[in-house]
């Protein structure tokens, strides 16, 4: 009876205090903070693979070069081996020879990954330029 007695007490206790507790804000001045940069909708819908939304924001006016978390959307095609969204990327002027924030181009990114049909893709435009 005793230690039934005491435990409630301790449980009410515990309650009490989590029910009256208040949230205090620490403002630290002068620190630096990683940023989590997210990847936007043209790049995220191109290494899904949906053709069709990639063709909309392209008629919108999606800018092929445009980089997204340090890549260009030829880079992510690559990466995923989207060969019909590259080579229409191609088309509509994306610069393969620019370099990523990890200082790779489209075609190494291909290689990196075992993209062998994107990587024959580039090869050929970056002949034919």
Not at 33 to 43: E, G, L, P, Q, R
Not at 62 to 87: C, F, H, W
Request: glycine content about 4%.
């Amino acid at each position: 009876m005793k230690k039934s007695i005491i435990i409630s007490a301790i449980a009410l206790c515990a309650s009490l205090v989590s029910v009256h507790a208040t949230q205090s804000q620490f403002i630290i001045e002068n620190q630096k903070t990683d940023v989590a940069i997210k990847v936007n909708s043209f790049c995220i819908s191109i290494a899904k693979g949906d053709m069709e939304t990639v063709k909309k924001l392209l008629e919108l006016g999606e800018d092929v070069n445009q980089k997204s978390d340090g890549m260009t959307p030829a880079m992510y095609a690559a990466k995923y081996n989207r060969t019909d969204i590259l080579m229409l990327l191609i088309a509509h002027g994306a610069d393969l020879k620019v370099k990523s924030i990890k200082k790779m181009t489209a075609l190494e990114y291909a290689q990196l990954h075992g993209a062998k049909d994107a990587y024959a893709i580039i090869e050929k435009a970056l002949t034919e330029k």
